[in-house]
């Protein structure tokens, strides 16, 4: 009986509690969240304001003490602007959390507070919006409540959505998009080139070759792979047949004249015959010839179809034709890359540059060291005393299992994708981000420090440490994390970067698939790193070559590049890899490390953004002996967004991109197009002059091409899709085919209307032909669908597309256009709001857009949809 008194408060307490808790969830979940854009150039510049609207809609008020909203924030808050009524504290990474002051006003059932702050840099789309916002009770620290109510009202005044003063670049319309469509003049399909990307060089013949399902495959038995693929195509579009076979034939021949991936394809009315001389080149010409094919829809069998006669020879221009995904801010699963894979290898793409590893995720299964996933690959909200996953990013929620903050692949999915990528002639480029962006590598391996300090194992626990226990180093990466950098005067650093290395190794050679390098990262160390760390303090004394901290890079660097080579591979990183740091007058800048040149060390040069004095460095890199692969920020940052739009998904710090940036790239003369910066300015005359061009040597040193699709903002395939469709088809054209006609014509009035035709030419190959086939080929593949221009004249409707092939459909009633509203076929002459909309093969409409043509009509504008 004693027991029981005793512990009768105690359950009513838990009772108590527990229905606190209840009603505190469910007052969080009636809270509604709205945050808003007031204004850039706030305060003189370099900063804007915003406002968080907080709504409570539920019974309880919302007081001045007990609770923390948590949300992601890719601005840096100044914190001497947030409203004195909270408190705004910064946790790390792109995580906060608003803490109410006293003299916080409660939130009554049906009213509102606004809280209003400043953050650097600028703000215009809904991107850039707070996310991922959920409530903590201090009476329930460990049940967190996600706000599913959170909106991003949409800017409409220039304050809101010019950068700066220097930003010309308006707000996208449909009538801007009328006028930049205006030169993707119809041509009709016969007229389009066959084959896609542009082949060195293609012949039609007379006659056609009829394909069916009697036709025999035959193939050299280097090419039995190739020949499978082949034939699971064909099985895939072609019905069976009665009847005697016709004795036509698809060869597949080795021809060891032909260079490396090249190959030749002679289609007549008796056989068709690729050639090669190797795998690769056999598969390109099949990829080839099924480009040739006339479009069927998804899943329908037909029993034969004609192909044109015709003769093509085609080489790559470049052997480097890469696309990079970074799964470790967003995860993406198994599946999605190997759908990636296939588009890939559909385009002749064939390097996956595989970006595994990043602050905010570690998404590959390293055997012995399982801290890498179980913490480094988890998400979710956490105490200070938790060290079993990472903090959310991105908007990713308080739950560890939900979004695509969390997940990893395991050996068995890896391998996976290793061979899938091999039969399509792929090769993968694992990155393992390092010394900087490592803090999922950090914290995985100081949870594992601590287990094991826990088991006695204290010189196993200190194995794979990645930093100085005691290192007292203060700085703030560019995406405002403290604790990022591994230290690189740490021998367990390089036991860790074996290690990892080795099983890599190890599970490639268990896939069978081909591995040249591992990509070490290298990028935005931020400034103050190993500044107050024992270890590299006194690794500097002991080593008097190293002067300071700084010269700590090029001592990480040439260790890597030791232990790769002894591993015969070779080293990959960001183009900070070729530059070193140094000192002058107190300030630190970045000059080409000359050292580090002729060592085949490939460099990927992402940094081109027109206006901050680097242009020229991937032809800088490239002169002075480093690999140089182009990447550019300007045209092949798929992650930025196509326009400039409060609704347009994506960053545009480098640059606002469509597939116009990638489609008019000049490899060896990037100067040649790029007449504007990033905030829509023509460029003086002469900006150009002082820059370095590409010398022969740095031609050389160029290995290829590569278009980077970063997941801050990417949430899920369907987001993946989106920005990196139909900008990959802009890179394979310009990294497998040779300059065209247009960039060799010195007068500027010619190579424009030449660049005009040229475009028209790729929109409708893209328009009736390739989106088409990715359609057929995919059934659900969510590309980006462009929206139509608008414009009035004569008293109508004019619309136009970007690619011409596609259909568009309008209604004149307000409401949102389906695949079933009428086509458009001619200007528009119905008066009022006309709702327009593109769609593709499949009835797949992309975002709508209005415009209103002269009309008597009593609809405000506050009431326009």
């Known amino acids: 009986m004693r027991r029981l008194l005793f512990q009768l408060p105690m359950l009513l307490l838990g009772l108590i509690s527990t229905a606190q808790v209840k009603k505190d969830a469910n007052n969080a979940k009636n809270i509604a969240i709205n945050w808003q854009i007031i ?267 004609k192909i044109q006669n015709a003769s093509i020879t085609d080489q790559p221009r470049f052997h480097f034709r890469g696309l990079m995904i970074d799964v470790a801010r967003n995860f993406q699963t198994k599946e999605e890359i190997l759908k990636v894979l296939d588009l890939m290898g559909m385009y002749k793409l064939n390097v996956l540059h595989f970006h595994l590893n990043d602050d905010e995720g570690w998404r590959l299964e390293i055997q012995g060291l399982p801290e890498l996933t179980s913490v480094g690959s988890r998400r979710g909200h956490f105490s200070d005393s938790t060290l079993n996953h990472l903090p959310p990013s991105f908007g990713s929620g308080p739950f560890l299992n939900e979004h695509h903050g969390t997940g990893h692949y395991s050996k068995a999915d890896f391998m996976e994708i290793l061979k899938y990528a091999k039969a399509r002639h792929i090769r993968v480029i694992p990155e393992i981000e390092a010394p900087g962006h490592a803090r999922a590598a950090i914290r995985s391996m100081h949870a594992r420090y601590n287990r094991l300090m826990k088991e006695g194992k204290t010189a196993e626990a200190k194995r794979y440490l990645l930093h100085d226990l005691n290192d007292r180093s203060s700085y703030r990466s560019v995406q405002n994390w403290n604790d990022n950098v591994m230290d690189v005067s740490l021998p367990s650093t390089y036991n860790f970067i074996e290690k990892i290395s080795d099983e890599i190794i190890a599970m490639y050679k268990a896939a069978g698939a081909p591995l040249q390098t591992i990509h070490f990262g290298g990028d935005e160390v931020p400034d103050g790193a190993w500044e107050g760390s024992p270890n590299s303090l006194n690794l500097v004394k002991e080593r008097p070559e190293l002067k300071d901290v700084n010269g700590l890079w090029a001592y990480f660097y040439g260790n890597i590049d030791r232990i790769l080579k002894s591993r015969n591979l070779y080293l990959s990183g960001w183009e900070e890899v070729g530059m070193q740091p140094v000192l002058a007058d107190g300030k630190k800048s970045y000059v080409i490390n000359p050292a580090m040149g002729d060592k085949n060390i490939h460099l990927n040069v992402w940094n081109n953004i027109i206006g901050w004095g680097a242009e020229d460095l991937a032809y800088r890199l490239a002169n002075t002996g480093y690999k140089v692969i182009l990447g550019g920020v300007s045209n092949f940052y798929f992650d930025m967004a196509y326009q400039k739009s409060f609704e347009e998904p994506g960053y545009y710090w480098g640059e606002y991109a469509d597939i116009d940036k990638a489609f008019n790239f000049i490899p060896f003369n990037s100067f040649l197009n790029s007449n504007t910066d990033k905030f829509g300015n023509t460029l003086k005359p002469g900006f150009y002059d002082t820059k370095e061009r590409l010398t022969e040597k740095g031609k050389a040193n160029v290995v290829g091409l590569q278009g980077l699709l970063w997941s801050e903002t990417i949430k899920g395939p369907k ?37 005009n035709q040229a475009w028209a030419r790729f929109a409708n190959t893209l328009g009736k032909k390739e989106l088409p086939r990715i359609d057929a080929a995919f059934g659900e593949l969510h590309y980006r669908l462009p929206t139509s221009g608008a414009v009035i004249k004569d008293g109508k409707v004019h619309l136009n597309n970007q690619f011409p092939g596609l259909k568009v459909r309008y209604t004149i009633d307000q409401t949102e256009p389906t695949a079933k509203s009428p086509l458009y076929t001619g200007p528009i002459s119905a008066k009022g709001l006309i709702r327009f909309r593109t769609f593709d093969s499949q009835g797949r409409g992309g975002k709508s857009a209005s415009i209103i043509n002269e009309q008597e009509w009593n609809v405000t504008p506050k009431e326009l949809p």
């Open 719 to 755: 987001n993946l899709e989106y920005m990196i469709m139909p900008k990959l088809l802009g890179l394979a054209e310009r990294a497998w085919a040779k300059d065209p006609e247009w960039a060799n014509e010195p007068d500027s009035t010619k190579r424009k209307a030449m660049y």
């Open 39 to 305: 204004e850039n150039s706030h305060a003189g510049g370099g900063q804007f304001l915003s406002s968080l609207n907080i709504q409570n809609n539920a019974p309880l008020a919302l007081s001045n003490k007990n609770w923390k909203l948590y949300f992601n924030f890719a601005r840096r808050i100044v914190q001497e602007t947030v409203t004195e009524n909270v408190k705004i504290v910064h946790v790390n990474g792109d995580l906060y959390y608003i803490r109410p002051t006293e003299k916080f006003k409660s939130i009554h059932n049906g009213t509102s507070a606004n809280i209003e702050f400043a953050s650097k840099d600028w703000a215009v789309n809904f991107t850039d919006a707070p996310e991922g916002f959920y409530m903590i009770y201090d009476d329930a620290p460990n049940r967190p409540v996600p706000i599913q109510n959170v909106k991003a009202i949409p800017s409409t005044r220039p304050a809101q959505y010019a950068r700066n003063q220097q930003d010309r670049v308006p707000p996208i319309t449909p009538q801007i998009i009328y006028e930049q469509n205006k030169n993707s003049i119809d041509i009709p399909e016969k007229d389009l080139q066959k084959i896609f990307p542009s082949p060195l060089q293609y012949q039609d013949k007379p006659g056609e070759f009829i394909l069916n399902q009697s036709v025999k495959i035959t193939a050299d038995p280097a090419f039995a792979a190739e020949s499978n693929f082949l034939q699971q195509k064909l099985n895939r579009l072609l019905s069976p047949i009665k009847g005697a076979p016709t004795g036509k034939s698809i060869r597949l021949m080795l021809d060891k004249s032909l260079g490396a991936e090249a190959y030749q394809l002679e289609i007549n009315s008796r056989q068709i015959l690729i050639s090669a001389s190797e795998q690769a080149g056999i598969f390109y010409g099949i990829q080839s010839l099924l480009s040739t094919f006339p479009l069927q829809k998804r899943g329908v069998k037909i029993s034969s179809l």
